[in-house]
């Protein structure tokens, strides 16, 4: 029944090096450093172990770590350090993100403040700014993820924008080049005119938003409202005019067709002809397409092909030209009354002028309607036909989906599948370019005869009069998508490499599956022969507050997790954070949560420091069982089974399970009850009380070997003072040695059952915890005599006197509890408060009797509203019962 323990075990003696209280401000800081400095968290490649390996989501550098991060760290770090403890040779390698257009975003506002511009300074001087941020935010980043206990390999640290990834993603961009997988093409793509840079679908956020829905008139209107009255609105059949509607009338300027479903009788008559468009001098073609929706609005729609991603595909199926009526920053170009007006500006004076002419046929004002906003500065997003760099995501994309359904890689919670199916099985080609200075630029030259060359990290670049290199930049997901295999080395075949990828498991938030972990599925598949980047990618919720809002800077209900580390201990932000992590789902937390745990690792010290003082020891071999107690086999037994238990939980990542399971064998079987039972054992002295001192060590070294991974700086100080061992960062992970004993079990389930009862007893008759009553325990035919002496400390029954004159009498588990209660209570006064209580159930009792009693009542009541007096008439039964026992149990006043 041993449980494995390092080799050497020197006395656990040591109460005296422990403070009687916990300061956590005193310990973490010192142990992390020790920690570090002794080399535990560094990964060796040309180990024989098996190894086990998590790269961190690369936090931005565009600011502190969030209570998002401190939620994911502590997760991955319990992890890793189980793994490290069960022998594996464990990596988690740690960096951080350029983020591409968030980091330059914050460095343009610091530069605002000063009344200056990127442009002011220029590309070389504005791309140094940047860096010095990053070495600013970025040292911070590292301080925080210290504090919180992050057990990283600091010498594998890596940046995206570092050397080694900076080749790593010339060279993959040149191998998707070269392979074909890689283009340039004029596509629409959404454009923010405050970054003044494409962005991706997945880098758009979509709100419903107030707008307008107009609809115009096109074509001539001479006879429109003979035509409307006789065939119910403009465009039926013998009409010369048709009407569309919109939400963004500016972009009719741009307009080079209008489009109809080739089945709609309305208007054969004008498929192939051509209407004017207003406001212009132009003629534009009615076409036919399938695409158009006869059955919404008036089944015609105004075609802008440089402005919206559906008119630019009916465009290319028309061969329509695509006429940008807006430049960079959203600014009307057509020379006329709108040139230079910005877009929602021009938006209100073209309706204005369209209704002059009387084009105007309808308008609904406020129309709710899903608007596209850029997610790093909340500016709506305009659709924009614009020569950009695309990844032809087809073949990389069906591989990502394959490696999910054929099972190399597993996705938990399951359930979670179907949305990273919905997104790679219907995935559009990526738009990777940037026009940004702040990234990776872009290894392509263009020569001064329209030569086109894209440069591998080992070839020379072009030079010469003409030559230039493209200045745009990747999107930052493009080199993260590398993370799992750049920061080992890759191109270059490395012996980290060789070692360590796959990763075992990617643990991040569900709202990153499109955003992050597709692209490295993708990019892992084909970089590394279709050897899938992770294992497992287990996916958590995102952080909310105690109230399930989300957190946000713009929101009171933010927190800096330095905050809560500093009031209570990183422990304790680590407990509550694991408490919460059920696989996929939100996470709420409240500080009075964190104050929960503070107190929880409060009872941990004081408990085993309470143990250490009486002589707990892990010293020497378990006793047999024919030398401990029912209560040490018991715990022995439970101990056993919560190693089972948790190991079970944390290879399916349930957090909150395993942190819940350690929380409940730690203060309620461990604290309160073993603890308790052992008092007496231990005061009696002897063999009995040596083998209670060696369970009692054995427990709390394995029990703080469990703790450790989710809190790591209470469970290392407490247990090197146990143990005198190194630290429990390298302890053996305890194992499950199949001993149990339903006997001990069962036994002391009954001495639990009797001190619980006769409690609430002494509860509902008012009784202090700490009062003494006399009472005489009748034990005859259990198993509970052995037991006699710890349940009267528990329950604080002091041995009957002479005269002794039981006034009430329990019977529990075969036992009975005869208590004098006489001078412990006023029973006056209790026969008053009871008698209360007893005539309000009874009340209540015969309100909800009445209602389920009544035929017309339950015919019109919502079952709800009858469950809950079904409900209250159960409780009402219940008090009445126990009231009438507690009357029954007093001495007659």
Same mark, same amino acid.
């Given at each position: 029944?041993?449980?494995?323990?390092?080799?050497?075990?020197?006395?656990?003696?040591?109460?005296?090096?422990?403070?009687?209280?916990?300061?956590?401000?005193?310990?973490?800081?010192?142990?992390?450093?020790?920690?570090?400095?002794?080399?535990?968290?560094?990964?060796?490649?040309?180990?024989? +172990?098996?190894?086990?390996?998590?790269?961190?989501?690369?936090?931005?550098?565009?600011?502190?770590? %969030?209570?998002?991060?401190?939620?994911?760290? !502590?997760?991955?770090?319990?992890?890793?350090?189980?793994?490290?403890?069960?022998?594996?040779?464990?990596?988690?390698?740690?960096?951080?993100?350029?983020?591409?257009?968030? #980091?330059?975003?914050?460095?343009?506002?610091?530069?605002?403040?000063?009344?200056?511009?990127?442009?002011?300074?220029?590309?070389?001087?504005?791309?140094?700014?940047?860096?010095?941020?990053?070495?600013?935010?970025?040292?911070?980043?590292?301080?925080?993820?210290?504090?919180?206990?992050?057990?990283?390999?600091?010498?594998?640290?890596?940046?995206?924008?570092?050397?080694?990834?900076?080749?790593?993603?010339?060279?993959?961009?040149?191998?998707?080049?070269?392979?074909?997988?890689?283009?340039?093409?004029?596509?629409?793509?959404?454009?923010?005119?405050?970054?003044?840079?494409?962005?991706?679908?997945?880098?758009?956020?979509?709100?419903?938003?107030?707008?307008?829905?107009?609809?115009?008139?096109?074509?001539?209107?001479?006879?429109?409202?003979?035509?409307?009255?006789?065939?119910?609105?403009? =465009?039926?059949?013998?009409?010369?005019?048709?009407?569309?509607?919109?939400?963004?009338?500016?972009?009719?300027?741009?307009?080079?067709?209008?489009?109809?479903?080739?089945?709609?009788?309305?208007?054969?008559?004008?498929?192939?002809?051509?209407?004017?468009?207003?406001?212009?001098?132009?003629?534009?073609?009615?076409?036919?397409?399938?695409?158009?929706?006869?059955?919404?609005?008036?089944?015609?729609? *105004?075609?802008?092909?440089?402005?919206?991603?559906?008119?630019?595909?009916?465009?290319?199926?028309?061969?329509?030209?695509?006429?940008?009526?807006?430049?960079?920053?959203?600014?009307?170009?057509?020379?006329?009354?709108?040139?230079?007006?910005?877009?929602?500006?021009?938006?209100?004076?073209?309706?204005?002028?369209?209704?002059?002419?009387?084009?105007?046929?309808?308008?609904?004002?406020?129309?709710?309607?899903?608007?596209?906003?850029?997610?790093?500065?909340?500016?709506?997003?305009?659709?924009?036909?614009?020569?950009?760099?695309?990844?032809?995501?087809?073949?990389?994309?069906?591989?990502?989906?394959?490696?999910?359904?054929?099972?190399?890689?597993?996705? %938990?919670?399951?359930?979670?599948?179907?949305?990273?199916?919905?997104?790679?099985?219907?995935?559009?080609?990526?738009?990777?370019?940037?026009?940004?200075?702040?990234?990776?630029?872009?290894?392509?030259?263009?020569?001064?005869?329209?030569?086109?060359?894209?440069?591998?990290?080992?070839?020379?670049?072009?030079?010469?009069?003409?030559?230039?290199?493209?200045?745009?930049?990747?999107?930052?997901?493009?080199?993260?998508?590398?993370?799992?295999?750049?920061?080992?080395?890759?191109?270059?075949?490395?012996?980290?490499?060789?070692?360590?990828?796959?990763?075992?498991?990617?643990?991040?938030?569900?709202?990153?599956?499109?955003?992050?972990?597709?692209?490295?599925?993708?990019?892992?598949?084909?970089?590394?022969?279709?050897?899938?980047?992770?294992?497992?990618?287990?996916?958590?919720?995102?952080?909310?507050?105690?109230?399930?809002?989300?957190?946000? *800077?713009?929101?009171?209900?933010?927190?800096?997790?330095?905050?809560?580390?500093?009031?209570?201990?990183?422990?304790?932000?680590?407990?509550?954070?694991?408490?919460?992590?059920?696989?996929?789902?939100?996470?709420?937390? =409240?500080?009075?949560?964190?104050?929960? @745990?503070?107190?929880?690792?409060? +009872?941990?010290?004081?408990?085993?420091?309470?143990?250490?003082?009486?002589?707990?020891?892990?010293?020497?071999?378990?006793?047999?069982?024919?030398?401990?107690?029912?209560?040490?086999?018991?715990?022995?037994?439970?101990?056993?089974?919560?190693?089972?238990?948790?190991?079970?939980?944390?290879?399916?990542?349930?957090?909150?399970?395993?942190?819940?399971?350690?929380?409940?064998?730690?203060?309620?079987?461990?604290?309160?009850?073993?603890?308790?039972?052992?008092?007496?054992?231990?005061?009696?002295?002897?063999?009995?009380?040596?083998?209670?001192?060696?369970?009692?060590?054995?427990?709390?070294?394995?029990?703080?070997?469990?703790?450790?991974?989710?809190?790591?700086?209470?469970?290392?100080?407490?247990?090197?003072?146990?143990?005198?061992?190194?630290?429990?960062?390298?302890?053996?992970?305890?194992?499950?040695?199949?001993?149990?004993?339903?006997?001990? @079990?069962?036994?002391?389930?009954?001495?639990?059952?009797?001190? !619980?009862?006769?409690?609430?007893?002494?509860?509902?008759?008012?009784?202090?915890?700490?009062?003494?009553?006399?009472?005489?325990?009748?034990?005859?035919?259990?198993?509970?005599?052995?037991?006699?002496?710890?349940?009267?400390?528990?329950?604080?029954?002091?041995?009957?006197?002479?005269?002794?004159?039981?006034?009430?009498?329990?019977?529990?588990?075969?036992?009975?509890?005869?208590?004098?209660? @006489?001078? #412990?209570?006023?029973?006056?006064?209790?026969?008053?408060?009871?008698?209360?209580?007893?005539?309000?159930?009874?009340?209540?009792?015969?309100?909800?009797?009445? +209602?389920?009693?009544?035929?017309?009542?339950?015919?019109?009541?919502?079952?709800?509203?009858?469950?809950?007096?079904?409900?209250?008439?159960?409780?009402?039964?219940?008090?009445?019962?126990?009231?009438?026992?507690?009357?029954?149990?007093?001495?007659?006043?």
């Amino acid at each position: 029944m041993t449980n494995q323990r390092p080799a050497d075990h020197p006395s656990g003696d040591n109460a005296a090096t422990l403070p009687t209280t916990y300061a956590p401000g005193e310990v973490e800081g010192e142990l992390y450093e020790r920690w570090v400095a002794r080399g535990y968290f560094e990964a060796d490649a040309k180990s024989d +172990k098996p190894p086990y390996t998590i790269v961190i989501p690369p936090p931005n550098v565009t600011g502190a770590l %969030h209570l998002g991060h401190a939620f994911q760290h !502590t997760l991955m770090d319990a992890l890793t350090r189980r793994k490290r403890m069960q022998g594996y040779e464990a990596l988690w390698l740690p960096g951080m993100d350029h983020a591409g257009i968030a #980091t330059q975003n914050k460095v343009e506002q610091q530069l605002a403040e000063s009344g200056l511009s990127r442009h002011d300074l220029g590309r070389e001087a504005f791309v140094e700014k940047v860096w010095e941020w990053k070495e600013n935010y970025g040292g911070k980043i590292l301080g925080q993820m210290r504090r919180l206990g992050d057990g990283v390999d600091w010498s594998r640290e890596r940046f995206t924008m570092d050397e080694g990834l900076s080749k790593a993603v010339q060279t993959i961009f040149k191998k998707l080049f070269d392979d074909g997988l890689i283009y340039r093409a004029e596509r629409i793509i959404n454009w923010c005119p405050r970054c003044l840079t494409a962005l991706s679908d997945i880098e758009v956020e979509h709100e419903d938003s107030p707008g307008e829905l107009v609809s115009i008139r096109y074509g001539d209107i001479e006879g429109a409202e003979r035509s409307d009255s006789e065939e119910g609105g403009g =465009g039926r059949r013998g009409g010369d005019s048709i009407v569309v509607a919109t939400t963004r009338a500016e972009t009719m300027l741009g307009d080079t067709a209008v489009a109809v479903h080739p089945d709609d009788e309305r208007y054969q008559h004008l498929i192939g002809r051509t209407i004017k468009l207003p406001l212009t001098d132009r003629e534009i073609p009615v076409v036919a397409d399938t695409h158009v929706d006869p059955e919404f609005g008036t089944g015609a729609v *105004k075609v802008t092909p440089a402005h919206d991603p559906n008119d630019f595909a009916i465009g290319q199926r028309h061969d329509l030209p695509s006429l940008t009526v807006m430049d960079e920053h959203g600014a009307i170009t057509v020379h006329g009354p709108f040139l230079g007006l910005d877009r929602l500006e021009a938006r209100s004076a073209v309706v204005g002028a369209l209704r002059e002419q009387g084009r105007i046929v309808a308008e609904k004002r406020p129309y709710m309607h899903a608007v596209g906003h850029c997610s790093r500065c909340h500016t709506v997003v305009e659709p924009r036909l614009s020569l950009q760099w695309w990844v032809k995501v087809e073949p990389l994309a069906q591989a990502a989906g394959d490696a999910v359904r054929d099972g190399r890689v597993q996705i %938990h919670p399951k359930e979670l599948e179907r949305r990273y199916f919905d997104w790679v099985d219907n995935m559009y080609d990526w738009c990777i370019s940037r026009q940004l200075w702040w990234g990776h630029r872009i290894p392509v030259f263009y020569g001064p005869n329209g030569e086109v060359v894209c440069v591998g990290p080992d070839d020379a670049a072009p030079t010469g009069e003409g030559w230039t290199q493209d200045p745009d930049v990747l999107d930052t997901w493009f080199s993260s998508g590398l993370w799992p295999f750049s920061t080992l080395g890759w191109p270059e075949q490395t012996p980290d490499l060789e070692k360590f990828y796959a990763t075992d498991v990617l643990l991040t938030g569900h709202d990153i599956i499109f955003f992050w972990v597709a692209r490295m599925m993708m990019f892992g598949l084909y970089a590394m022969d279709g050897k899938a980047p992770f294992h497992t990618v287990a996916l958590t919720g995102l952080v909310r507050d105690e109230f399930g809002k989300k957190m946000s *800077k713009s929101n009171p209900n933010a927190v800096d997790p330095l905050d809560w580390m500093d009031a209570y201990g990183a422990d304790a932000v680590r407990f509550t954070l694991a408490s919460g992590a059920n696989p996929g789902a939100d996470v709420p937390i =409240g500080e009075d949560w964190v104050k929960g @745990s503070r107190n929880f690792c409060n +009872k941990i010290w004081n408990a085993t420091r309470f143990a250490l003082m009486n002589g707990a020891t892990v010293e020497g071999p378990l006793p047999a069982p024919e030398e401990m107690t029912a209560a040490d086999r018991w715990i022995l037994s439970r101990l056993n089974e919560t190693v089972a238990q948790v190991d079970a939980l944390y290879d399916d990542y349930q957090f909150a399970k395993l942190s819940d399971a350690l929380f409940h064998f730690a203060w309620d079987e461990v604290f309160d009850w073993y603890l308790e039972l052992s008092k007496t054992t231990l005061a009696k002295g002897g063999p009995q009380a040596d083998a209670a001192r060696r369970v009692l060590g054995e427990v709390l070294d394995v029990m703080l070997r469990l703790l450790h991974p989710v809190v790591p700086f209470v469970t290392d100080a407490l247990w090197t003072a146990l143990t005198g061992a190194e630290s429990v960062v390298v302890a053996a992970w305890p194992k499950d040695s199949g001993y149990r004993d339903q006997e001990a @079990s069962a036994e002391i389930a009954t001495v639990q059952q009797v001190v !619980t009862e006769v409690r609430r007893f002494r509860s509902d008759q008012g009784l202090k915890p700490g009062q003494k009553v006399p009472a005489a325990l009748d034990l005859t035919g259990t198993r509970l005599a052995a037991h006699e002496e710890a349940i009267r400390s528990l329950l604080r029954l002091t041995e009957p006197a002479e005269g002794f004159a039981p006034t009430a009498s329990l019977a529990v588990a075969g036992a009975t509890v005869s208590l004098d209660l @006489s001078g #412990t209570i006023d029973v006056a006064a209790e026969r008053k408060r009871l008698a209360k209580d007893l005539a309000a159930a009874q009340k209540e009792l015969a309100q909800t009797s009445g +209602k389920l009693g009544n035929e017309g009542f339950l015919a019109k009541a919502p079952e709800d509203v009858v469950v809950k007096i079904r409900a209250r008439q159960t409780a009402a039964e219940v008090d009445i019962t126990r009231i009438t026992a507690q009357l029954a149990a007093l001495p007659e006043a």
